[in-house]
């Protein structure tokens, strides 16, 4: 009886070897299918699809789940996927809680109609978003830099608005983006090297930035380039298409603006704050703007303010603006600033630069002896849809002296070596470390093109201490590193001590950005933490309309949900596959490989 049993277990042995190398081909073609700008095959994705006869993937990695028990269990009827039908074609830009329909009925006041405001659970579409006819992946960086397909974000109302301000130009196919800005006409790479006469920008010092009313991001596109990464957000106006714009040319933004809400950042998280010209009332409303900029700079944090009304002495013909007006304004924000106890480093031309004290201390004493309101709030990082005040966030306890980055991606946060994430220690955070380059290592062997550039916008909806970001780490790409609000453990504070950025978020609502605006979603855990809390069907329509045709998502979750998942988006046009955690078929967690299809409005089937 050995012999039946031996050719048998052979015969399962050539099948797995099969699903193996079929799956690693898999993805080799789907780069081959990846829609470039000028509707050729991706150069990449067609050199690495060249070598796709050498699939060198681990014998051991198994691309069957073993846990065929718990499928078998499923119902016959119940096993077919519910199908989700395309969206009408006047969804293709769709943005839920940015509706600009929805956004008229609220209060204008302090920006508040331009806020976050969510459909009810009755208004929610339970359909696919569909892309616009013509659709393409957008070019690899750094081309996308500077070219978007038109196709993408067929929008030209910016190349009019902002024709003498060198924000966009339209040629052909595609728009070009010369780097310029209403600030920087002669380009955002000599305007930041005005910043960095100033700012420690070369040395790794500065790493994480923030862009208030972005534009379409060409500061933050041009800072990739020196090693810090920017934070950019604008709202969903009449500038139709800024954020959808900047994250098609490959630059981390979100649909945002500074209204009556805190801003989703913990505090004391960024480097480097920016405004360029960006309409923001800073002196307004006894300054509350500016103390919400405090807030989320860490000690030693820069704060620039280029336009009006800085130097109004020289610049108010230029502008045209009463110099009384400007004056004034100018001499509010200078005395908030003193309150911030912020130092004024530099003013020349149009740009001013401060920078947050160090010492805050020296600075509490001072205030205290002006009667400054300190905000009460127990939690500095409990901001999710809570009211700004004009108060002063007392500084959390962070070290100012970060390691200049790359260094500071695996040295040992100041956050967790003083205790201040509960149940977090160094030994766990090493050792987190360690687990994600593991995990990490093992996807890049299951798709290859994770490596390749292919992937630049990549979201973690559940990231945790910033493990696969840092392990993923790359100038090809970029992690918004999101923390669901309901997490156990609020560790955004670490992600940013880290270099890496990232952003609140409840996912029982949709996401602040255009739809297809990722090129790589990682997913671990998420469903489990959510179960019972909100409906995953419409946790995964949020993540199709986010994701990119021909996008790729990378869920790790235990297999009975992963089991859930698989059955919905299958009927959502999305190609799948559960792959076996990297430590063999016993461990219950699983992976779940799926990849969507490319179809655009209009279109019933996928092409």
Not at 152 to 169: D, F, G, M, R
Request: proline share 6%.
């Amino acid at each position: 009886m050995a012999k039946p049993h031996s050719a048998d277990g052979r015969a399962r042995s050539s099948v797995q070897i099969f699903i193996v190398v079929g799956l690693c081909c898999f993805f080799y073609i789907l780069g081959a299918w990846q829609r470039s700008g000028f509707g050729k095959g991706d150069s990449i994705a067609l050199e690495i699809t060249k070598k796709s006869s050498d699939c060198n993937i681990r014998s051991d990695l198994s691309f069957d789940s073993h846990h065929g028990g718990e499928v078998s269990k499923i119902d016959e009827f119940e096993s077919k996927p519910k199908v989700f039908e395309p969206c009408d074609a006047q969804f293709i830009d769709y943005t839920p809680c940015q509706d600009q329909r929805r956004a008229m009925t609220f209060p204008r006041e302090n920006m508040n109609y331009r806020e976050r405001h969510c459909p009810p659970e009755e208004e929610k579409l339970h359909c696919l978003i569909p892309a616009p006819k013509g659709y393409v992946t957008p070019f690899s960086w750094p081309k996308s830099r500077d070219y978007v397909p038109y196709a993408n974000a067929p929008y030209k109302s910016l190349t009019v608005e902002k024709a003498i301000q060198n924000w966009i130009q339209y040629e052909g196919n595609v728009f070009r983006f010369p780097g310029g800005g209403t600030q920087f006409p002669q380009g955002a790479d000599k305007y930041i090297d005005q910043l960095a006469s100033v700012i420690p920008i070369k040395d790794g010092t500065v790493r994480t930035a923030l862009d208030t009313g972005c534009g379409v991001a060409s500061w933050g596109a041009y800072l990739w380039s020196r090693n810090v990464i920017a934070m950019s957000f604008a709202p969903r106006d009449s500038h139709e298409a800024q954020v959808q714009f900047a994250l098609e040319r490959g630059v981390p933004a979100v649909i945002g603006v500074l209204g009556t809400i805190k801003l989703p950042y913990p505090s004391a998280a960024f480097d480097m704050a920016h405004c360029s010209r960006c309409l923001i009332p800073w002196g307004g409303n006894d300054g509350m703007y500016m103390m919400e900029v405090d807030r989320v700079l860490r000690p030693g944090g820069y704060w620039v303010l280029s336009g009006p009304p800085i130097n109004w002495k020289a610049n108010y013909k230029s502008w045209q603006r009463p110099k009384e007006d400007l004056e004034e304004e100018q001499r509010k924000i200078e005395e908030v600033a003193k309150l911030l106890c912020w130092e004024k480093k530099s003013e020349q031309s149009e740009i001013a630069i401060w920078q947050k004290t160090v010492d805050s201390e020296s600075c509490r004493s001072r205030q205290e002896d002006s009667r400054v309101k300190f905000c009460e709030s127990a939690d500095a990082n409990d901001v999710w849809y809570k009211k700004m005040e004009v108060c002063i966030t007392p500084t959390p306890r962070v070290s100012s002296d970060l390691k200049p980055f790359p260094e500071r991606l695996y040295a040992i946060p100041s956050r967790i070596a003083g205790g201040s994430v509960p149940g977090v220690s160094v030994e766990s955070y090493n050792d987190d470390n360690e687990k994600w380059k593991k995990h990490v290592n093992a996807y890049k062997k299951i798709n290859r093109l994770l490596d390749s550039g292919r992937y630049r916008n990549i979201m973690d909806v559940n990231a945790g201490l910033g493990g696969f970001a840092a392990a993923i780490q790359s100038t090809k790409l970029w992690v918004m590193n999101v923390v669901p609000t309901i997490a156990e453990k609020s560790t955004l504070g670490v992600i940013y001590e880290r270099g890496l950025i990232g952003i609140y978020h409840d996912w029982c609502e949709a996401f602040s950005t255009y739809p297809r605006t990722y090129d790589l979603i990682h997913s671990h855990g998420l469903f489990s933490l959510y179960k019972d809390k909100c409906n995953e069907e419409d946790i995964l329509l949020e993540m199709d309309r986010i994701l990119r045709p021909e996008g790729a998502v990378i869920f790790r979750d235990e297999v009975d949900v992963l089991i859930k998942v698989k059955k919905l988006v299958e009927g959502m046009r999305w190609d799948t596959k559960m792959v076996d955690h990297e430590d063999g078929p016993l461990v219950p967690e699983k992976i779940l490989i799926a990849v969507k299809q490319y179809w655009v409005a209009n279109v019933t089937s996928a092409q």
